[in-house]
């Protein structure tokens, strides 16, 4: 449970046992390890950091340019570089404020057995609330097709992750690059995720009509931003609908009204990803500016908003 000194009753909300201060988290990949951005706020005031996907060996991910603008939106191609999770542990958490907020890792993985040994190796810290599983990347061993697209392959490393870690909550984050989202959420659930996280960022690209040629060195990328909020919006209802776990939102999140546009269709959390580019404070602002908007909504607890869109 993460408390200070600054916890807001009115604010603090439950995901099952994790316990967040507010329901403002930071999306991974867009808040490196969190101690970039100690510049720009008060780590310990934001509900939760997910940081950088984290693979048991160092990645150094696609070649450039591997980010690009879009209207609306930016499209990344990254590769989840990262350092690798034991030097995270070593060099990084350490210096996270874990006792008083969320510090949750995000997990990627080519095969099952890595997700599991990923999740032995992280359920055994104290540093970490919470293991969210990026189900968006390829298996390698069946052949590259994503393990988000497949009901049978995602339950199965939910499992897999499950069955390592231990006491810490196991979140799911699901890819909105499928026919329905709704068999994924579905088939996950079955297999023991404690909460899901939606959505990852939609498959895109971009070109340079001068050049003749793909704007991002790896020719596709991932879509985010303000751009993908409508989509984001819907699936977090529709899957808010069809499970009963509680579910983190995200998607082109950038204002308080955009997390109580996410939480009045159900999301009990949400994450801000890209605007954290728009402006390094954004999270921290918009914690700061929760409560004043709940007042002025005069919304005096969160089971008075969360999932009451009259339909
Ligand atoms: C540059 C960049 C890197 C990302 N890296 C990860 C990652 O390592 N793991 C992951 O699960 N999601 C990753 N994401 C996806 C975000 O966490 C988030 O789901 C997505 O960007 C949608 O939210 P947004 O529109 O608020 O950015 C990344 C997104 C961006 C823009």
């Keep these: 449970m993460s408390q200070t000194s600054s916890t807001n009753p009115i604010t603090t909300v439950s995901l099952g046992n994790l316990c967040l201060k507010n329901p403002i988290l930071t999306a991974s990949g867009t808040f490196g390890y969190g101690l970039e951005f100690a510049p720009y706020g008060n780590l310990s005031s934001l ?51 874990w006792k008083e907020t969320a510090i949750i890792a995000n997990l990627y993985a080519q095969t ?19 293991l969210e ?15 988000g697209q497949d009901p049978d392959m995602a339950a199965q490393v939910t499992e897999a992750v499950k069955k390592n870690a231990g006491n810490k ?17 579905r088939a996950v659930e079955k297999a023991g995720a404690d909460i899901l996280s939606l ?54 999140i950038s204002t308080v009204e955009d997390v109580l546009e996410f939480i ?7 994450q801000i990803g890209t605007a954290n580019f728009m402006r390094p404070d954004k999270a921290f602002q918009i914690v700061e500016e929760l409560p004043r908007k709940l007042a002025q909504l005069n919304i005096g607890s969160w089971s008075e908003w969360r999932g009451k869109l009259k339909v």
């Design 47 to 97: 509900g939760g950091i997910v940081v950088k996907g984290l693979s048991l060996k160092p990645r150094k991910g696609n070649p450039v340019p591997r980010i690009v603008e879009t209207p609306c939106g930016m499209l990344n191609a990254i590769g989840l570089q990262n350092i690798g999770v034991e030097k995270f542990l070593a060099h990084k958490l350490p210096k996270l404020p």
């Design 112 to 130: 099952k057995e890595e997700f599991a040994r990923l999740a032995e190796i992280l359920a055994r810290e104290k540093g970490i609330a919470a």
């Design 133 to 147: 599983v990026n189900i968006s990347c390829p298996n390698v061993k069946e052949g590259g097709v994503l393990f």
């Design 169 to 185: 909550p196991v979140i799911v984050k699901l890819s909105p690059n499928v026919t329905d989202i709704k068999v994924i959420a």
């Design 199 to 252: 959505i990852n960022t939609l498959s895109g690209m971009a070109v340079n009509i001068y050049t003749q040629k793909p704007m991002l060195a790896n020719i596709i990328g991932g879509l985010s931003g303000p751009a993908i909020k409508p989509v984001a919006l819907k699936m977090v209802y529709e899957v808010v609908n069809c499970t009963n776990l509680p579910v983190i939102g995200i998607g082109g």
């Design 264 to 270: 009045l269709v159900g999301a009990t959390a949400i």
